[in-house]
């Protein structure tokens, strides 16, 4: 599933290979004829997805030549339809916030549902630090990722769907790039860019090609899920919170949208998905019947897309750039979707990854520091949630989650975790450590259940064949 697809024929170079300065695209497959040389641009994106558009977005507004590819035409089906309340001043700087709001489902908060409490757990983004985000949005990814596209060639990007990229290759003297792409007619374009952007998403086209995809040791899972119509959504304003179920091997998503749809998913560790012996619907319904309070809001609904499955959820690239080109969003690194970051993290770095490839480009004297706000960003994001994501279904955690306190400001500085605030001037961080403190103190006074959590976990995410399924 890490391979990246590529089309019929096409022999990519092999990783790091660089054509000489000047030269027309190097060596081509003769069956598949001549590339048709491209108007040259300043940068080239690979992947039109929240990442992909939202760097074209901005170079575009600041007036440089940009393209960006992406291997399917919009609208596509995309998972991760939840959005974090730090999504949404992006999408107003895009100029993008009244389409995104007119397509979206109000969400208030996350709700927690653990088989191991009586009650239910409700995390409201308006009770975070800062009290100016307090909702955001549930979204189709197909009508969201299409208006961050139409949105790139608005402002002026070349903006082409149904186009993948075959080749990349980096000039000698480190000037630029020839990117080679095929349509999906058969047509072979090929492009000269001074920088390349590689938003590829879960493909990791960069990543792959030079061999820099990592596996992540500290977290292992796969996911199946499909959507319902009839699902019972929460009363009033809750209706459009995102729920989490935890159960026997991992946890469910539930994700209403404002069409009448429900997105559900389970992420489990990767051996579940791999004992399935049956078909994958029949596995999805059972993997629901184990979760009862899922099955109960369900019991009247109807499946009408998928199921589907994937896997190999947590990964890295041991680098995020080089001399003209980076890796932004999934296709650096993803660890999982328990707190709806990816699209936030995509953004948001893809924010930062504009700002540095400007300043490559018109101020060279000060790109090094924009360099480093961009690498500290993408280093910082999946950091700051991975604490909690590698812990989530550790028993210590759960408690911790289903019954909060906001001793020195705890439960604040959490939910604006939640809520994506993690990249500003919000002083949250001494309340996050008092949190992790009192995390590690409630471990050490429960021994023997820490340590069986810890075993449980290594088992659990132990490396097993590719889960059975459909990959996305």
């Known amino acids: 599933m890490d391979d990246v697809e590529r089309a019929s024929g096409a022999q990519p170079a092999s990783p790091g290979e660089r054509l000489p300065t000047g030269a027309q695209g190097g060596a081509r497959t003769e069956t598949q004829g001549t590339p048709s040389l491209q108007p040259p641009c300043d940068v080239l994106v690979i992947g039109g997805g929240p990442a992909g558009a939202t ?167 796969s996911a199946l899920y499909g959507h319902f119509v009839n699902a019972e959504l929460n009363a009033g304003s809750d209706a459009g919170n995102i729920t989490v179920f935890w159960f026997e091997h991992g946890w469910f998503w539930f994700i209403p949208l404002s069409d009448g749809t429900t997105s559900v998913g389970a992420v489990v560790w990767p051996y579940y998905l791999q004992s399935r012996k049956t078909s994958l619907e029949t596995f999805f319904r059972a993997t629901i019947a184990m979760c009862p309070p899922l099955a109960a809001r369900l019991s009247e609904a109807t499946l009408v897309s998928g199921p589907e499955a994937t896997g190999n959820f947590a990964y890295k690239c041991d680098r995020l750039r080089g001399p003209n080109y980076l890796l932004v969003g999934d296709a650096f690194t993803f660890i999982d979707p328990v707190f709806s970051s990816g699209v936030m993290l995509a953004m948001n770095g893809a924010f930062a990854a504009a700002d540095a490839v400007d300043a490559w480009l018109t101020s060279p004297a000060s790109a090094p520091a924009a360099f480093r706000r961009f690498d500290r960003m993408l280093e910082h994001g999946p950091k700051a949630f991975s604490w909690f994501i590698y812990r989530v279904t550790n028993p210590t955690m759960r408690e911790l989650f289903m019954d909060p306190r906001n001793s020195l400001r705890m439960k604040e500085a959490l939910l604006s975790v939640l809520a994506g605030d993690i990249f500003g001037k919000t002083p949250i961080w001494p309340s996050i450590f008092a949190f992790k403190t009192v995390y590690y103190l409630a471990s050490a006074f429960h021994p023997k259940r820490t340590w069986t959590a810890y075993r449980r976990r290594r088992n659990n995410i132990r490396e097993v064949a590719e889960p059975l399924g459909r990959s996305v």
């Open 55 to 221: 760097s074209a977005i901005r170079l575009a507004q600041r007036g440089h030549r940009v393209v960006v590819l992406d291997k399917a035409r919009h609208p596509r089906f995309h998972i991760g339809e939840s959005l974090l309340p730090a999504n949404l001043p992006l999408f107003d700087q895009l100029g993008v916030g009244d389409e995104i709001r007119a397509i979206g489902m109000d969400k208030r908060g996350a709700e927690f549902v653990s088989p191991w409490h009586e009650h239910k757990q409700t995390f409201y983004f308006a009770e975070a630090w800062d009290k100016s985000m307090p909702a955001a949005y549930q979204v189709r990814r197909a009508d969201f990722d299409e208006i961050l596209f139409r949105r790139a060639r608005t402002v002026g990007a070349t903006a082409l769907d149904g186009c993948r990229v075959t080749d990349v290759r980096f000039l000698e003297d480190e000037s630029g790039a020839v990117v080679k792409a095929c349509r999906e007619d058969g047509e072979l374009l090929e492009f000269h860019t001074r920088y390349v952007i590689d938003a590829s998403g879960r493909d990791t086209f960069l990543g792959s090609r030079f061999k820099a995809k990592v596996r992540n040791p500290r977290h292992n899972s």
